[in-house]
């Protein structure tokens, strides 16, 4: 089993940025790829950026590239998403997830774990 943790979301004015991060625990954190993804009201949660178990390999949507980066602390078990430039669209809830598989999977269904989410809020 593992737990995840996230923390960060709130309220920001567009143009304004955020840092999510994502805690931990339960099991071997380094071995295994991580994403976040998003799901907003009415639509299917879908990938915002996944990591490799190294950090030597990140995979963005394209809606978020050049915005967003991912990254990962395996001493601290943590894995973050620092979002900058952010928009309207971008309001969903954010959810952190350990991979089951090696790699850098990008599907929802490649991924067993999950954090409870964060509320990311982005007024015009």
């Known amino acids: 089993q593992v737990q995840l943790v996230e923390s960060g979301g709130g309220l920001v004015q567009a143009g304004g940025s955020l840092r999510l991060s994502c805690a931990a625990s339960?099991?071997?954190?380094?071995?295994?790829?991580m994403g976040w993804f998003r799901q907003a009201p009415g639509k299917e949660r879908e990938v915002v950026a996944a990591i490799n178990w190294s950090g030597s390999g990140t995979y963005y949507a394209d809606s978020v590239k050049g915005r967003f980066t991912i990254s990962r602390d395996n001493a601290k078990n943590t894995v973050y998403l620092q979002m900058n430039s952010l928009r309207p669209e971008d309001t969903a809830v954010y959810f952190c997830?350990?991979?089951?598989?090696?790699?850098?999977?990008?599907?929802?269904?490649?991924?067993?774990?999950w954090g409870q989410g964060t509320q990311v809020t982005v007024s015009s």
């Open positions: 997830a350990a991979g089951q598989i090696a790699g850098l999977p990008v599907g929802v269904t490649e991924y067993g774990y």
């Open positions: 339960g099991r071997t954190f380094s071995s295994y790829p």
